[in-house]
């Protein structure tokens, strides 16, 4: 069965766990800004920190979903569990992890909802400015229960871009990544680097932005802003252009208006990065 012809109230039943566990997630976050925290590191160097919030933050989400939804995949960035259901949650609970460490403001909580491989559902909480943003597969983009479009901007040159980064800073990834921040500078209107993936793609479905780009992210990070920017009217493709598919066969995101995306692609195929 296609998730659309689920009933009303079973799919506005999924919405509602989503966003009640992110709210309680967000609000965790908020009550332990600023605390000392325990933090360990992935990989090699300090870029990639993981801390007790994290974790903290993330079983509150699991909980929540696991209770509701017992017999769902959870894939989540700390831990998870996978059964035979139809249905996989991808959680994130704290997108920003360095900006909350340093106090600096903006992280968020991200949750989608995939069903027979098909992305269906998407929330994202920003607990600093109390926004919800949330979508369900053909029903359009909220944000606090009011509907967002994205922006109306046609030019790359008056437009406003957003750029991630990947951890790993010797990859052939990173360097395209930077490469896509100055391309996006030089012909943009300006680029911002906000350092929470989910963040930005909110921000272009809300047109905010009018785009965004990022190389080699987890599938937790983009997943539900991924739903929020298709909803909301805009396009997201990889970098040859073919719609993005989660998961990724290469993890090279492209969220734009729509107006400007073929203009993007072109400046990034002139520049050798795709």
């Known amino acids: 069965m296609n998730f659309t012809r689920l009933k009303g109230s079973v799919r506005e039943k999924y919405l509602a766990v989503a966003k009640e566990a992110a709210s309680h997630a967000g609000h965790f976050l908020i009550e332990n800004l600023g605390k000392s925290k325990d933090v360990n590191y992935k990989g090699s160097g300090y870029f990639n920190p993981v801390s007790a919030v994290d974790t903290g933050a993330e079983c509150i989400i699991v ?15 700390e831990k998870g569990g996978a059964t035979q259901s139809a249905y996989t949650w991808l959680i994130d609970p704290l997108d920003g992890t360095i900006n909350y460490l340093h106090g600096y403001q903006h992280f968020c909580v991200s949750l989608a909802l995939i069903y027979k491989g098909e992305l269906v559902l998407g929330v994202v909480y920003n607990p600093v400015l109390g926004e919800m943003f949330s979508a369900l597969n053909g029903q359009g983009a909220y944000l606090n229960d009011r509907i967002i479009r994205v922006s109306r901007e046609g030019q790359v040159s008056k437009s406003l871009f957003s750029v991630g980064l990947p951890y790993e800073r010797d ?51 983009y997943a539900a802003g991924v739903l929020l920017v298709r909803e909301a009217g805009g396009m997201v493709t990889d970098f040859q252009g073919q719609t993005f598919r989660i998961p990724a066969r290469r993890n090279r995101l492209l969220a734009t208006n729509g107006l400007i995306h073929e203009a993007v692609l072109k400046k990034l195929h002139d520049t050798g990065i795709y």
């Open 63 to 77: 909980d929540a979903v696991s209770s509701a939804f017992p017999e769902h995949n959870i894939v989540a960035e």
């Open 171 to 221: 990859s052939r990834d990173f360097q395209d990544n930077l490469e896509c921040f100055g391309l996006l500078a030089m012909t943009g209107q300006a680029v911002r680097r906000e350092g929470s993936t989910a963040l930005s793609l909110c921000n272009v479905a809300c047109g905010r932005f009018d785009g965004f780009c990022v190389i080699a992210n987890q599938v937790w990070d």
